[in-house]
């Protein structure tokens, strides 16, 4: 960022650390003893999907790598590659994967978010989403009706704000209404 850019006003957006991912297991074990949220064992790679030969052949290449993911789309457009696995490490080693591969092959700019989804004892959800874009996380719980339990994402955000890059920026913390696993 060169002086001018100081001058206006404008910031410097970060890059993506895809290896932030791999802080979810240790957040995860930091969630369920504070809060009794365990993982789901579902995690999602959100992208808007590309025409030609070379996407559908990446997309070939990703479901090789990861096993059989779910391929399904959203009301909005986006393309949502689903991971089923109990363990948490190998649900993120999957999810970074997909990511790396995507990005790799310069589809890096279609990367919306990587979603990581808990439960309670209850039944309630709540999802840690990483902003691909930002290279940070935010928490999501969806009420139904398509309301969001704040107090709990507020409660989640203070709980990992040491295990994980917290997007500090609330407006950035979209609702991503249908997301696999919510």
């Not at 779910?70 to 363990?87: A, C, K, N, P």
């Not at 439960?119 to 940070?136: F, H």
Request: proline letters at 5%; hydrophobic letters at 45%; aromatic letters at 10%.
């Amino acid at each position: 960022m060169g002086w001018f850019d100081a001058l206006l006003g404008r910031s410097k957006q970060a890059r993506p650390d895809l290896d932030a991912l791999f802080a979810l297991p240790s957040a995860a074990v930091t969630l369920q003893v504070a809060t009794a949220f365990g993982p789901a064992g579902v995690g999602s790679v959100c992208f808007r999907a590309a025409e030609g030969a070379a996407f559908a052949r990446l997309q070939d290449d990703v479901r090789q790598l990861v096993g059989s993911p779910e391929i399904t789309s959203d009301d909005y457009g986006f393309t949502w590659l689903t991971v089923r696995d109990d363990d948490v490490s190998s649900l993120v080693t999957n999810l970074h994967g997909a990511n790396s591969s995507l990005e790799g092959a310069g589809f890096g700019s279609s990367l919306l978010c990587t979603t990581v989804v808990f439960a309670d004892p209850g039944g309630r959800r709540l999802a840690l989403v990483y902003l691909y874009k930002q290279g940070t996380f935010y928490p999501f719980a969806p009420l139904p009706g398509q309301r969001r339990d704040n107090a709990l994402e507020l409660q989640a955000r203070g709980t990992l704000a040491g295990d994980l890059p917290i997007e500090a920026d609330l407006s950035r913390w979209f609702a991503v209404w249908g997301a696999p696993g919510l």
